[in-house]
């Protein structure tokens, strides 16, 4: 069964260096298929905290799928941010800024919604990004699970309002949904969430699961770090969050939620 290891907002920068070592044992343990990263490696962009962020990428024994987060973006450095903001993510981390992980059961693709000019929220798509990664969806297998992966989130707890969700969602939910896709994974508020595509698009036939990573940093906002774990099959999705337990320093399982795929998606 294809398993994935699901974090984001390390923010290395704002990180406790005594969770590091945890988290990528816990990683370990689990042995996911891949490991998807949904942005915001850095606190500000920094050479220093791209290079941290780098030795802990390269611990990870798996394939690891990454998007940049706006915090990826130079913030002071004015000239860097809009002459060549993904330039020291490219150098440091990765040139593709929407890799694509691919196997017989399963497709993931990543979509970059930072932005050099902060939009509301913070992040946005625009169609051609859509249109290729609505393509690259329809061209997996019918029984592979469709995977989408951005920093900025399609759904939002009820703690948070609309303003907090991806730039042109409604555009890009509508392409992704007729593209089959199954699972949204992304962070950005630091606050863990699941929920259905189907209570917020009401796109008929369609509901998806929105998974939301909360943060493996300092900035936590009244929630402890977390990772998600999911392992997945075409017709059953299990959810596994871990948290961070500060009295034995590991990361426990603390909350599983199971889905099933129905004629109407995933419930």
């Known amino acids: 069964m294809p398993t994935i290891a699901h974090l984001s907002d390390i923010h290395f920068g704002r990180v406790d260096s005594r969770i590091v070592e945890p988290l990528v044992q816990t990683i370990e343990a689990v042995a996911p298929t891949f490991v998807a990263v949904s942005g915001d490696l850095t606190q500000r962009a920094r050479r220093s905290q791209f290079l941290a962020a780098r030795r802990f990428l390269d611990r990870l024994r798996f394939p690891v799928l990454v998007v940049p987060g706006n915090h990826d973006v130079p913030f002071f450095n004015l000239a860097a941010r809009f002459i060549d903001p993904y330039g020291s ?31 509301h929220g913070g992040g946005r798509l625009n169609e051609r990004q859509v249109g290729r990664a609505a393509a690259r969806l329809k061209s997996a297998p019918d029984d592979a699970v469709r995977i989408v992966v951005t920093h900025h989130p399609f759904d939002v707890p009820e703690t948070h309002g609309a303003e907090h969700l991806i730039g042109r969602s409604d555009m890009a939910m509508s392409r992704l949904a007729d593209a089959g896709a199954d699972v949204f994974l992304a962070g950005h508020l630091h606050v863990s969430h699941v929920g259905h595509t189907a209570t917020r698009y009401r796109i008929g036939g369609h509901s998806a699961l929105v998974v939301q990573a909360g943060t493996i940093s300092t900035r936590g906002r009244g929630e402890l770090n977390t990772i998600n774990v999911l392992r997945l099959s075409r017709t059953r999705i299990e959810i596994e969050r871990y948290t961070w337990d500060e009295s034995g320093h590991v990361f426990k399982s603390s909350w599983t939620r199971v889905f099933h795929r129905t004629a109407e998606g995933w419930f």
């Open 89 to 119: 993510y490219r150098r440091y981390i990765q040139q593709e800024l929407e890799p694509v992980y691919e196997s017989d059961e399963l497709i993931a693709v990543g979509l970059n919604s930072a932005r050099a000019f902060p939009f």
